[in-house]
């Protein structure tokens, strides 16, 4: 994908510039790969403000909210990557592989059993990432569809009314379901959550629908723009299937090269900072737009073209230090299930439409396909 000429020329000037966001607020936009990779990691920076009723926005939906309380920040960062952070080791992560493994294999079936000209999207690409974060939360497979739907309603930064709904329907449902894993427990994320000592079940709540809504609508979007970058550069493809054990290298560049930028992650300075030579002031907005970070081409040369062979593990698609995010090797084994068995079942497979007529999600917070045609 190609970074807009726009922010090509933003990022020529600097790393750091003056903008207004579509709310008509000031805020400083970090568009450098070094300058980002920093930040996310520099407790400067946070979700909260002492005003939040003044604070400037991106939008009007949760997503571009002041959330938290600044007093408390810290803290409650800590304390919920200590709560979380069990649930996701390696130790944790292993043993699913084989199921994601499994689970993949049954929709490649039923893609294959459908024949060409398939969406890829819909057959794969959605049901994949939900039937997984589900099985680790413990939510019932029949719940499975009414979770898609709330997550794509909450996602749709375009109607913040419907964004609220969704949001509303997903922290409701996960009250009901804490109510019942505390009386049947399993052996699930939500369940260890309600074992542990002094959680609320607002907490374990609001906890589980995030990672919920992370989990699923962030790596449906991942799995579609690989398909389409894979697919839109037949020579990387055809790399890909001609040596599987390309596989790992090419999901990297995936995740570095599937967002171009122009949003930004919103961060308020906590207290007065300088950004390479830039004051910034306590309570500004700074916007870390990790997709133009990642298409630095300080950090990676040629950054526009799509190389599977690149290094490209430096990408912060998935944050970096304080922030890094705790699902990341989750994410990782679903896209190596998914690029492992297409490649290997699927070794012709092609667009069935121009790359340029595939229809997008402009208005959903995380974007990518809204459909991937496809034959073999």
Same mark, same amino acid.
């Given at each position: 994908m190609r970074t807009a000429p726009r922010l090509r020329e933003l990022r020529s000037r600097g790393p750091v510039h003056r903008v207004r966001t579509a709310m008509g607020d000031e805020a400083w936009l970090v568009t450098g790969h070094a300058q980002v990779r920093r930040l996310l990691d520099d407790d400067r920076l946070g979700r909260t403000h002492p005003?939040? =009723?003044? #604070? #400037?926005?991106?939008g009007e939906t949760l997503f571009d909210a002041v959330l938290g309380d600044f007093a408390t920040e810290a #803290?409650?960062?800590?304390r919920t990557r200590a709560l979380l952070r069990p649930h996701?080791?390696?130790?944790?992560m292993r043993p699913l592989r084989p199921r994601v493994e499994a689970l993949t294999t049954r929709l490649l079936d039923a893609l294959i059993a459908h024949g060409p000209p398939a969406d890829l999207h819909a057959m794969v690409a959605v049901p994949l990432p939900i039937l997984v974060i589900c099985a680790l939360l413990g939510v019932p497979y029949r719940d499975c569809e009414r979770f898609r739907a709330w997550t794509a309603d909450a996602a749709d930064v375009g109607d913040p009314a419907r964004s609220q709904r969704g949001l509303a329907e997903l922290y409701g449902y996960g009250h009901e379901l804490v109510a019942r894993k505390r009386v049947e427990p399993g052996d699930d994320v939500i369940s260890r959550l309600c074992a542990a000592e002094d959680v609320s079940d607002d907490e374990i709540a609001g906890l589980s629908m995030a990672l919920l809504f992370a989990g699923q609508e962030t790596t449906v979007v991942q799995i579609g723009m690989g398909v389409l970058l894979l697919l839109g550069n037949p020579d990387q493809w055809r790399a890909l299937v001609h040596d599987p054990g390309l596989v790992a290298g090419a999901v990297e =560049?995936?995740?570095? #090269?599937?967002?171009?930028g122009g949003g930004g992650i919103p961060r308020y300075a906590r207290r007065d900072l300088d950004i390479d030579g830039v004051a910034v002031r306590a309570g500004d907005l700074v916007l870390l737009d990790n997709g133009s970070a990642n298409h630095d081409p300080a950090a990676f040369p040629d950054p526009d073209r799509m190389d599977i062979t690149r290094a490209a593990s430096a990408h912060v698609t998935f944050g970096h230090g304080l922030r890094y995010c705790l699902g990341a090797p989750l994410a990782r084994i679903e896209l190596h299930a998914v690029f492992g068995q297409l490649v290997a079942r699927l070794p012709t497979l092609q667009l069935a439409v121009d790359p340029d007529a595939v229809r997008m999600r402009p208005d959903a917070v995380t974007g990518g396909p809204a459909e991937l045609p496809v034959r073999w």
């Open positions: 005003t939040p =009723e003044t #604070a #400037a926005r991106t #803290a409650d960062h800590a996701f080791s390696p130790g944790r =560049e995936i995740l570095r #090269a599937s967002n171009t």
